[in-house]
């Protein structure tokens, strides 16, 4: 009897990992493809209007550095998910800093984090309402004739978004759901692929879009200084694309410990990247070759003149899909920090920690938390007011990437992998670490002005709540 209870413990001691965790199974393949589900996103948008700016040379470079830099960073990341001295876990992003780092920076780790949160919320509403209004003109341009105007208010569709976010938001730990990433990744993989099919095609049909070596040409396409900002902006726009890095700890805590995981994320890192690159030169070019000099802003928008409109239509049906649950996978993370700090820090207050079941038709059981569901709620429509108030898709998105790419995607990870590694202050490893990690802190600096000053000089020629796609 006693042997057949050992059998059986032994059994279920099988099932979990050494910290008891339930026993992960991740392998290369499937950490590859969350890396590429995290990485293709609505950032691709906007890559061949970046590429404009720069031209046929420093426009693939620019953005082949950024690769470059991004899988870098991911390689000295992977090797910050074990404590080197005790094998102990680094669950998440944020954790790994906080026990590597201290407090100082866990903090400032945090501000960059739910800063940026907030900042994708506002972009995410703005790109999935230019999407929902891009749809509107496709079928309005197939019906009433490429001579239409066809112009379309966007605020109805940032309201409707926004109302879609008031629903959802109250779903808790939604961002946990399987199926959410598996939707996401098939419509990013979908509007990038008509994005990029429908440029070839253009380009194939005669287009003759006027494109140069060094992009919008000034005195032609913009004064010296308009140059200056777009080349800027543009920089924030493709380090957007390129942030990833906040859950690539959470993806490397999926692996099998055997091979050692920073081994297979590594590779995985390597893999990610190369393919999302490939799919990002092939937007950015591509799509600067279809659009030349006049690329839009979102370069799918800028379809709504050709046909076939139904795939014109669908692409951006597919991008505010995408959006709605990309919205909620970035903010899930705030309203649960905020929520489990109020309840540490008022753990007698009802309000607050108070749990209210209610039947829901065709639903089931679900507790209401009268605090959640206000301060929620609060917070969806300030992002949605905000969306109407500064509806500048590129300034938007460049501002994001600018703020977010060198703390999150390489101050971080550098100083991390400085510290555990024991590299010396002032050797030449960490020299050229330090040389690497303050040139983009000067690259995010200026494109993070350049954004707010885009920002800036919209909001003088723009009038509140009246945004037309």
Known sequence: MTEVFAVE???????????????????????SAHIITAVIGSGVLSLAWAVAQLGWIAGPIILLVFAFVTWFASTLQADCYRDPATGKRHYTYREAVRSILGGTKFKFCALAQYSNFIGVSIGYTITASISLAAFKR??????????????????????????????????????KLSILSIIAAI??????????????????????????????EVGLDVTRAQKVWSILTALGNMAFAYAFSMVLIEVQDTLRPNPPENVVMKKAASIGILITTFFYMLCGVVGYAAFGNDAPGNFLTGFGFYEPYWLVAAANIFIAVHLVGAYQVFVQPLFEFV????????PENKFITEEHPIKIPFFGAYNINFFRLIWRSIYVVIMTVIAMLLPFFNDIVGLIGAFAFWPLTIFFPIEMYIVQSKIRRFSSTWIWLQILSYSCLIVSILAAIASIRGIAVSVTKYKPFHSVS
Not at 139 to 164: D, K, L, M, W, Y
């Open 339 to 346: 929520e489990s700090q109020c309840a540490i820090r008022c």
């Open 187 to 216: 419509m990013s993989f979908g509007y990038s692929l008509i994005g990029i099919s429908l440029s070839i095609a253009k380009v194939a049909g005669g287009s003759h879009a006027r494109t140069s070596l060094t992009g919008v």
């Open 9 to 31: 413990h032994e059994a279920n001691l099988s099932d979990f990992d050494e910290d008891g965790n339930p026993k992960r199974q991740g392998t290369l393949l499937t950490a």
């Open 138 to 175: 496709a079928i309005c341009f197939h019906r009433e004739g490429h001579e239409s105007g066809c112009h379309t208010q966007n605020n109805p569709f940032i309201i409707i978004f926004g109302a879609v976010q008031l629903v959802l938001s109250q779903l808790q730990n939604f961002h």
